[in-house]
């Protein structure tokens, strides 16, 4: 995987931290890579959008990653991938990325298509020092990425309105660090956000446009079926 502007992955994961003061010291290095200054691909757009996901068996301390690529503008599955190895670093809220992204780029590389987006079961900017997973893959690989969670993490949002499309801010104090987004009438909002290369308006039409019948993304529904089969069969 080559895209310009990216920073050197095998640097960093020679270099991988191994406790809690090495992991936010690279958080804090890497945080100014990221791109505000882009709208990423329109929703819809000719190209491939994938989905990365990762389960965990804690007792043999292994992770399973899936990256499965959609056609952008169908939704159909064009491709997929897995990868399982060793868990290397302890379980830290808000340092999950340097548990789950040596597997998942080892993932992402074994499809045939480098993807044009990539959308993370996780966060980007919604994140306490800013650098969640989806950042921190965007800044590795150079791609546009969105995070899109399950719930909030620390932040606080008011309830969107009702019906699908409907969204409000998630706050960290007054600063918009992502929004609740419904995507289906009367089913609990998910958690958008900035990875990288994208805006927020982008990252929740994406969203959107990739959840047309469920409360989750096709991108996260598949790669979660994915790694949950991998990790099984490892």
């Known amino acids: 995987m ?11 994961l020679r270099n991988w931290p191994a406790d809690e003061d090495g992991a936010r010291a690279v958080q804090d290095r890497l945080r100014s890579c990221v791109r505000l200054d882009e709208a990423g691909p329109e929703p819809g757009f000719d190209g491939t959008v994938a989905g990365v996901d990762v389960a965990y068996d804690d007792e043999r301390n292994v992770v399973a990653a899936a990256a499965v690529a959609l056609d952008a503008r169908t939704r159909a599955v064009i491709d997929r991938a ?10 830290v809220p808000g340092l999950l990325a340097f548990r789950e992204i040596p597997t998942v780029l080892e993932a992402l590389g074994r499809l045939a ?3 044009d987006l990539v959308v993370c079961d996780g966060y980007g900017l919604a994140h306490p020092r800013r ?7 965007g800044v590795l690989t150079g791609l546009p990425t969105i995070g899109v969670a399950k719930n909030p993490f620390t932040f606080r949002y008011a309830p969107p309105g009702p019906d699908r499309g409907a969204t409000s801010p998630l706050l960290d104090g007054t600063e918009e660090v992502g929004r609740a987004l ?4 009367g089913v609990k909002p998910v ?10 308006d982008r990252a929740c039409a994406h969203t959107l446009h990739l ?11 598949a790669a979660d079926a994915l790694c949950r089969r991998a990790l099984a069969d490892a």
């Open 131 to 137: 650098f969640g997973l989806a950042s921190h893959l």
């Open 191 to 200: 958690f958008v956000s900035v990875g990288h290369r994208t805006s927020l």
């Open 211 to 221: 959840a047309p019948d469920y409360r989750l993304p096709e991108t996260t529904r």
């Open 182 to 185: 419904r995507t289906q009438k």
């Open 2 to 12: 080559d895209t310009p502007g990216m920073i050197s992955c095998d640097d960093e």
């Open 82 to 91: 897995t990868a399982v190895g060793q868990v290397s670093f302890p379980y």
């Open 113 to 115: 298509r480098t993807p």
